[in-house]
């Protein structure tokens, strides 16, 4: 399963020490082709680490032979001397997978950010990933890319002749010791870099990207796409880009329930909305909004926060317009009281609410989670 | 002190039995005259509560004779009945004021959002604060507003023969009871309406507006300023605005001081950005961030934190040129590490956070707090 679902693939996860608890720390993906297409998608933020730096270089060429990922360290906001450390990365695995360049290896960290990684311990790592690489590699590669999730996260799409399967880690900035979500997600299909490239970006702008799990985002995301093309079949555009999509969604689903500190995943969904963005940008506001999060987590359907949540945005909606439902009771009708409050029961950890503009007919759906003293503790009693 | 500090007012505060607690919990300001103009800024938020839309109606008018405030119910998503409550509200203090009309008598409401007030409780309590004004009255009316405050906030700026004093309650959304600020400034200066609006957008801009406890904001914030004239005193425009913002920022830094559940009030001073615009946009980021806030509370300098805010703004700055001084220690130069961590003393409540863009001469200052367990307890215990 994992990213060695596909054939052509080969995988491995083993500690090289970089973490103190001597757990696995360091993954190595490799794609054996025929072909080896790739596409990838990058944080947004403005400040990105040198492993993104690097791997953005990298996919531009549309070839990736090879992933190194690890954990226990960023490498993020370490100058001229962190982004040589990830060239000299992507140089060891070159070294030892005979064949490949350097620049056709990405590169993917994940840990506190403005720390050098070790690279006495880094580099011996990728030689030992490189000799336990294995077509039944997958599962310990996703091991290896944990941090404090508490489970690998995996997911396998298949179809008649060919096979789409992933790996993930952190949901957004989420983690408190090693922020960062970081995917990959592999395919024997037969495609360009191109078709990757569209099936990739219409599978993140409706999986991870709507994955809000404390508004953080992250200096190091980042999710990768290869293709090997060993099942010789090239599916048509949407097949690919539904099974693609399958497989994200499946992941970021898993993200999201295993977020850190979290009580409660919250499922937002706009409803009735004039345009796609309007629905996006008010799920967002709801996801986003602190004294919300806090109600969930106290089991309090509070209305009233989602109403205040929904104000600050410019969507289109007149507010005596408003309807919004919690678990399915239409708590507030016509931007005032609706259903009795008392009717939502809110014990399970999936919580959901509905946002109903009545503005038009497009809608979104956001996933988030609770804000807890949880949450609290273990992002405060990071670094130090 | 307080609202009766300037000349031509009287004020009360009386418990009208809206607050489980029999705490005081209404308060009425009267203009006495001889002039009654008035200026208001609202919440921006596009739910607004009745008695903002009421209250905006009124300061069209550029009149304000008396103001109605009242803790223990918001009035908001109440709908039109909601609407006749604000109304009925005023039409009584205009009964119990001879010689005003309910159209110049601005309201103001705190407390749970989606519930009607109890009306056979406000009205007598009207009837009760009016026979209660005094021109010593300014203390009772700021312990009146007072919802989950620890203290009363009240300021004052003597000027040589005119006056402006104001009182305050909240801070943004953060009182987990009862959301809201609330704000009446008034003044014995002899100025129009138009004058009195100028200084008050002016003052605002660069206080209330700048303090951003949770990132939340609420459906009935509301900043009056009140002038009587009584001085006979027409003051040069900028010192008069000066006095304004005076007692402005003076009430704004008390309303984060004892914002709830936080334990730090951080000092955010973005400096060198392109445009006071992009600095107010870094602050903001930098103020609203779950992680750092977290961070802030365990007292850790976790600089990489800032510069992912930053990194999700859209100002103007190169990542390798960025800047960051944690009480004063410049724990991030040139967008990497600066100067030794350990050395960032975060013991007390106040913690300064410098963010350096090197982009430009323009700057500005947000005022936040710290994210906790006790913000998280208090707003998930909230409603039910």
Redesign the interface.
């Known amino acids: 399963m994992s990213v060695t679902a596909a054939k052509g693939f080969t995988a491995a996860g083993v500690a090289a020490g970089l973490k103190e608890s001597g757990a696995p720390d360091l993954a190595l993906v490799v794609n054996h082709g025929p072909r080896r297409s790739a596409a990838g998608v990058f944080t ?5 680490a040198a492993p993104v730096l690097w791997s953005k270089a990298v996919l531009a060429g549309g070839t990736v032979s090879a992933v190194v990922l690890n954990s226990g360290g ?1 490498n ?4 001229p001397l ?1 982004f040589q450390d990830t060239h000299a990365t992507a140089e060891k695995a070159a070294e030892v997978l005979d064949g490949h360049s350097a620049g056709e290896i990405a590169v993917a960290s994940t840990g ?4 050098r990684l070790p690279m006495d311990l880094l580099l011996p790592g990728v030689e030992k990933a490189a000799a336990e690489l294995s077509p039944h590699g997958g599962e310990k590669a996703a091991i290896a890319i944990k941090t404090t999730d508490t489970t690998h996260k995996t997911a396998v799409a298949e179809r008649t002749g060919w096979t789409v399967g992933g790996m993930a880690k952190g949901a957004g ?1 989420l983690a ?1 010791g090693l ?1 960062t979500m970081l995917v990959v997600v592999t395919t024997d299909a037969d495609l360009e870099p191109a078709a990757l490239d569209e099936a990739l970006r219409e599978s993140t702008r409706t999986t991870f990207d709507r994955v809000d799990s ?6 190091n995301d980042t999710v990768l796409l290869l293709a090997s093309g060993a099942s010789g079949v090239t599916p048509p555009r949407e097949e690919f880009t539904e099974a693609v999509r399958e497989v994200c969604a499946d992941l970021a689903r898993q993200l999201i329930g295993d977020a850190e500190g979290a009580s409660k995943d919250i499922r937002i969904e706009v409803v009735n909305a004039a345009t796609e963005d309007d629905a996006v940008e008010v799920g967002r506001s709801i996801a ?4 919300l999060k ?2 969930v ?4 359907p ?4 989602v ?7 410019s969507a289109a ?1 007149e ?2 317009e ?1 309807n919004v439902a919690i678990n399915d009771v239409w708590v ?1 009708r ?4 609706g259903e009795d409050r008392d009717l939502v029961d809110m014990r399970y950890r999936e919580v959901r609410i509905t946002a109903d503009l009545s503005a038009g007919d497009a809608g979104a759906v956001i996933w988030a989670n609770d ?3 949880d ?3 273990e ?6």
């Open positions: 947004s933020n403005r400040v990105q960023a993020a906001c370490t100058g962190g506190l950010i403005g720390l900035m408190p922020a404390d508004g953080c985002m992250s200096t986003r909004n602190n004294l806090c109600a987590h106290g089991e309090d509070n209305w009233g926060r109403l205040s949540a929904i104000g600050t945005t909606f507010p005596d408003l507030c016509n931007g005032s009281v804000l807890t003293a949450y609290v503790h992002n405060s009693a990071y670094s130090s």
